[in-house]
């Protein structure tokens, strides 16, 4: 059972405009949430994350935003960069000291110019 | 540079052979988790540890071993292969102090089993 699901493998966005990349989850007990990016051939970095206290984090073009009672989470990049193209994953966590992480299947995004 | 270092890169091996994948962190975190990554299935937990000397079931750890015998080194075992593991492995790593510490990746192995 995917407790994390990230339903588009694939988005495509012209550079400059706003990109918009979902995540869906069943377990209500998820109390954080983070972004990976991906590029290939290396390892997933850690872009932004949010608590489930909250409803939006920011950090420069990167936004987050949590809707808890739909279980719904999204990243917004504005504006959208080339180098920005890479596979991104939602992952959710039941916070505590033996806690792990569980990632959605990925959404990969191409930002053409 | 401090970081989480795996080995080899990539392989290819033939079913039946045993595998070890390396992975070693110089970050002094407690917890480490081994992860494959496949298309249209995304990272999956096969194996982890919270700390040296205990290890744990993922979702998907049939056909793995692991062992923590310190908390710098943590290699997944393939004992006998099977091409259904060809896959790219990461090595990760977080400090459970931070209940929301994020994790820490490798640069990943990529494995072929023919």
């Known amino acids: 059972d995917q407790q994390v699901k990230q339903n588009s493998p694939s988005l495509s966005v012209q550079e400059g405009r706003i990109s918009i990349l979902n995540c869906d989850y069943t377990?209500?007990?998820?109390?954080?949430f983070l972004w990976y990016k991906k590029y290939p051939a290396e390892g997933p970095t850690f872009l932004i994350s949010?608590?489930?206290?909250?409803d939006k984090n920011e950090d420069g073009r990167f936004t987050v935003f949590l809707n808890k009672s739909a279980k719904h989470l999204s990243l917004h990049i504005v504006p959208s960069q080339p180098g920005d193209s890479a596979v991104y994953f939602c992952?959710?966590?039941?916070?505590?000291?033996?806690?792990?992480?569980?990632f959605g299947t990925g959404t990969r995004l191409q930002v053409t110019l | 540079i401090a970081g989480i270092t795996q080995a080899p890169t990539s392989q290819i091996l033939a079913a039946g052979r045993r595998m070890t994948l390396r992975c070693t962190q110089d970050?002094?975190?407690?917890?480490m988790y081994w992860y494959r990554q496949d298309l249209g299935l995304g990272l999956r937990l096969i194996h982890y540890?919270?700390?040296?000397?205990?290890?744990g079931k993922g979702e998907v750890p049939d056909g793995y071993s692991v062992s923590r015998a310190n908390t710098d080194d943590f290699p997944l075992t393939l004992a006998s292969a099977v091409p259904s593991q060809t896959s790219v492995y990461f090595c990760?790593?977080?400090?459970?102090?931070?209940?929301?510490?994020?994790?820490?990746f490798g640069e990943g192995s990529r494995l072929t089993v023919l």
């Open positions: 990760a790593s977080r400090n459970p102090g931070e209940a929301c510490g994020e994790l820490f």
């Open positions: 377990n209500s007990m998820f109390d954080y």
């Open positions: 949010i608590s489930s206290i909250k």
């Open positions: 992952a959710a966590i039941i916070t505590g000291t033996a806690s792990k992480l569980t």
């Open positions: 970050m002094r975190h407690n917890a």
């Open positions: 540890s919270n700390t040296a000397g205990t290890t």
